[in-house]
């Protein structure tokens, strides 16, 4: 029979085992723009200190023109996924210029070096040290354009990245059949790049965009 004494020594050898600093996830860290009034505020202060994006982006509807429209979509999430990773990396530096290993002169969307581990997907390869340095580039599209882009273009982009290669897209990537999600992931994950579909989808970032846009403050600038 155990006594009530030894029952408790029983229990002061169990210790606790020490809780591990809970990870850095890049995706949650974007994540946070899946909620709108989240994107809309972000998206406001983006219009505030870039009244030219504001401009840019009514000229382009204006126009008709879809290719104009999404070059300022594109433009108006860089500077939002600026604003929400900026607390996470130090050395900072974006739209910098960079050399693809065909020769071909790009810039790079964002670059820094993390201020603590980040990890960016379940894969062991996607995690990095504080002090390290990540590139990321931005794609906000529907998924041909997507696909387009990384088969092409954006991985060619993404060849010249320093350190950790991340390109961020819009969910729209998942509207692709599986097995090319799939092909495209491999495709790009051979120059170590890794792929993120966290921003959110086109058709909400748009609608964000005109919300925002009917503000007061924002539509007649500030």
């Known amino acids: ?22 990870e850095n996830v890049y995706g949650k860290i974007v994540g946070e723009l899946q909620n709108p009034q989240k994107l809309e505020a ?30 300022v979509r594109g433009k108006l999430m860089e500077k939002v996924v600026e604003n929400v990773s900026v607390s996470h990396f130090d050395n900072v530096k974006t739209q910098a210029p960079v050399i693809s290993v065909k020769g071909n002169k790009h810039v790079t969307d964002y670059t820094g070096d993390t201020k603590e581990r980040i990890t960016f997907s379940g894969n062991r390869n996607d995690q990095v040290s504080s002090g390290e340095k990540v590139s990321i580039e931005l794609k906000a599209g529907a998924q041909n354009y997507l696909e387009r882009e990384l088969r092409g273009h954006g991985k060619e982009q993404a060849s010249a990245h320093e350190g950790k290669s991340v390109i961020l897209v819009t969910k729209d990537f998942k509207d692709l059949p ?17 792929i993120i ?26």
């Open 1 to 22: 029979m155990v006594t009530g004494m030894e029952a408790m020594k029983s229990i002061e050898k169990v210790k606790p085992e020490p809780a591990n600093k809970p």
């Open 42 to 71: 972000e998206l406001k202060k983006v219009f505030q200190e870039n009244p030219q994006l504001r401009d840019q982006y009514n000229t382009a509807k204006e126009s008709g023109s879809s290719v104009r429209t999404a070059l």
């Open 178 to 194: 599986i097995h090319k999600q799939k092909e495209i992931r491999i495709l790009n994950r051979e120059q170590d790049t890794t």
């Open 197 to 222: 579909a966290g921003l959110p989808r086109v058709s909400v970032i748009d609608n964000c965009i005109n919300n925002t846009l009917k503000e007061p403050g924002v539509r007649m600038g500030s």
